[in-house]
């Protein structure tokens, strides 16, 4: 049996795959997808079969279990198997109970890297994550917990949180019982790295104005020293959408 | 004057790099670049003049103002600048300060994202940095402050130490004082992704074992839930040096 191959998508254009993971897509027989990632990248492995489980009956424990099952199954066939995941597998990305998963049924495995979607918003947005002297510490969190609670915390000088979009509200209350000041500069990125990437600027006080711009889209959250503009802001040359890119939202009165 | 692309090259190996930082690569007319990127790189750009800025004399804050000066000179020829550097630029890759610089300059920048050293090590070992239930957050920090101080916390599930190679004894000591128990997982990896990668395992309160092994290589260090191996650990078909990966260090008698 040939060993599952694990490639970290990136955030979304097609284009932010690494060199090893097209190549190991390139001799693919058998593609294992997620719904975030890019109907692009199809084109780099157009020799394979390609099995969506991102879709809603695989979104539960019990969808997760039934593609565990489609792994080893695909794997005992003896096929190039991928199991092609959005942003990097290590990070929130459920990688553990596949790969526990192969190791019961005897399968091995290779883990290629991605850009995780926290690192894709800082590279569109031109706001790096660590800052001299005030920002050396990052931290990729997310706010939901396994029962469906929302928490937030005051750990890092950056924090960055995953799948927060749907409860902008709820965050910002979060965070200010967590200690962060009222004024502390909140980044929103919708859709990070994709041609219609959004961003909008808020303070923690009033993050819940985010809220209806990037509704219903893939969203990350950077709170501190990493969600400000650099001082000197460069010259704009980037994809995001004109007239919506670094908008200042403004409460409807 | 075009604007200046800043591309991750990955923690390594060329193949780790991007498409999108590829294809900019291959129409840069000048790059500069840090010593810890891979030479094998400069296949993907054999028409650009590479500058090596990663040597001794551009380390200390001098260094970064020659680096600055560099960047600006070579955009205003009117030629393609491309900044390559290791790892992911907006993870302590000081792109803030580069950035700036070109800003004042009126310099426009792209910035393409990589893969970043936590994310690499993660990859090639095979231990998830977020796992279902007992790790939803995962800090990138680095344990030395601008005056040369160590410090250390205990604020993520799992915590991964960039820049902290040759102080791991220290360290240790400093993560017993941050509360984190000495029986604590510790993984720690050096030269992650590349082919001569090693790993060790080893406990908080015996991190001072695992000096020699990585002495002198860019060295990663994962604390906490993420260090751990998964409970079932798959066949490794991985690229590491058979006989040191997972090595069990012990204490010379």
Do not use: Q
């Given at each position: 049996m040939k060993p599952v191959v694990f490639i970290g998508a990136g955030p979304g254009a097609a284009d932010l795959i690494?060199?090893?993971?097209a190549q190991r897509l390139a001799s693919a027989e058998v593609v294992l997808f997620d719904a975030l990632t890019d109907?692009?990248?199809?084109?780099?492995a157009p020799q394979a079969r390609w099995i969506?489980?991102?879709?809603?009956?695989?979104?539960?424990?019990?969808g997760q279990l039934a593609i565990n099952a489609l792994l080893v199954r695909h794997a005992r066939s003896g096929r190039a198997v991928v199991r092609?995941?959005?942003g990097d597998p290590s990070v929130f990305g459920r990688l553990e109970e596949e790969l526990q998963a192969l190791a019961a049924a005897g399968v091995g495995a290779e883990v290629v890297p991605g850009v995780t979607a926290a690192i894709a918003a800082a590279a569109a947005t031109q706001r790096p994550l660590t800052r001299?002297?005030?920002g050396r510490s990052v931290s990729l969190t997310t706010a939901m917990t396994q029962s469906g609670d929302l928490q937030a915390t005051r750990t890092a000088d950056t924090e960055v949180f995953y799948m927060a979009g749907r409860q902008l509200a709820a965050l910002g209350r979060r965070l200010q019982q967590a200690a962060w000041p009222a004024d502390t500069p909140v980044l929103v990125v919708s859709r990070a790295g994709w041609p219609d990437q959004l961003q909008s600027d808020h303070r923690v006080g009033s993050l819940a104005e985010a809220a209806l711009l990037h509704a219903g889209r893939p969203t990350v959250v950077t709170v501190g020293v990493g969600a400000a503009p650099l001082e000197q802001a460069p010259k704009r040359e980037s994809a995001t959408a004109p007239g919506l890119a670094r908008r200042e939202p403004r409460m409807q009165p």
């Open positions: 690494t060199l090893r993971g109907p692009a990248l199809r084109e780099l969506d489980v991102g879709k809603r009956g695989f979104c539960n424990s019990t092609l995941k959005g001299r002297g005030t």
